[in-house]
């Protein structure tokens, strides 16, 4: 699988996987459908020639062109299946009030987009590979509920904001991984972040900031908690079979 970041703002991306075919992970805010052709053209490509466009969840920053890319170039839209009806109805789930003035602001202008009705719906893992790219959807509730990551076999994790590169909108440190400011389910980002260390991803890809590398996540996020629980046994036999087939 090949990765290309596609720059949406100056410091926000979203990606194209590319193997047989080409999948788009996240379509970024509708003002910035301009910068999403004009990346996509740099990468060589044509929205006409996405098999499948992943919304990583269902916020604005993520969702905001899909209704755009399927109305217009018939691309199937996936999402997880505890975000979907929020794709469909366009407005993103209340947030709490732990907001500076500015961020909250900017999520009272950004918290609405144009409805879609996801073509593909998952639950726990979707296999990309009849949509020509050999990687993995997999759910990693934390930012949203339904927050998914697509794991390739390479190492890598396109993760949208389940972490962040830097603070301040990853304008300082966007090497460095930072929780997100607003988290649905915040005792859940913790025990994603650990899937994808067992999962043998390297190198995360956020929408906000740059490439992390798992090692500083490591350092700076997981091994700071003392205590992980593993979860309940149907969900270890689950990660298992999904270490098995992503490895592969
Ligand atoms: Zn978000």
Redesign the pocket.
């Known amino acids: 699988m090949h990765l290309q970041r596609l720059a949406l703002t100056a410091h926000t991306a979203a990606y194209v996987l590319s193997g047989d075919h080409h999948i788009l992970v996240d379509t970024g805010e509708e003002t910035s459908r301009e910068h999403l052709l004009h990346a996509l053209a740099d990468a060589g490509l044509g929205a006409q020639d996405l098999t499948l466009v992943i919304l990583t969840?269902a916020?604005a920053?993520?969702a905001g062109n899909a209704a755009w890319l399927q109305r217009t170039f018939q691309v199937p839209i996936a999402v997880h299946t505890a975000d979907a009806p929020i794709v469909a109805s366009g407005v993103e789930r209340p947030r709490g009030l732990s907001h500076t003035l500015v961020e909250a602001m900017q999520l009272v202008r950004a918290a609405r987009f144009e409805p879609v009705s996801p073509d593909v719906v998952f639950g726990h893992t979707l296999s990309l590979v009849p949509f020509g790219v050999t990687a993995t959807l997999v759910h990693t509730p934390g930012?949203?509920i339904g927050s998914s990551s697509v794991v390739s076999p390479s190492g890598d994790a396109v993760v949208?904001?389940l972490l962040q590169g830097g603070r301040f909108g990853g304008r300082l440190w966007a090497h460095r991984p930072v929780r997100?400011a607003?988290a649905e389910a915040p005792e859940r980002i913790l025990r994603s972040l650990a899937l994808l260390q067992r999962l043998g991803v390297q190198r995360v890809h956020p929408?906000v900031g740059e490439v992390l590398a798992m090692r500083d996540i490591r350092h700076q996020i997981i091994d700071r908690e003392p205590w992980l629980p593993a979860g309940p046994a149907p969900a270890r036999l689950r990660e298992r079979r999904l270490r098995a087939a992503s490895t592969r």
Do not use: I
Request: aromatic share 10%.
């Open positions: 969840h916020h920053s993520a930012h949203t949208g904001d997100p607003f929408r």
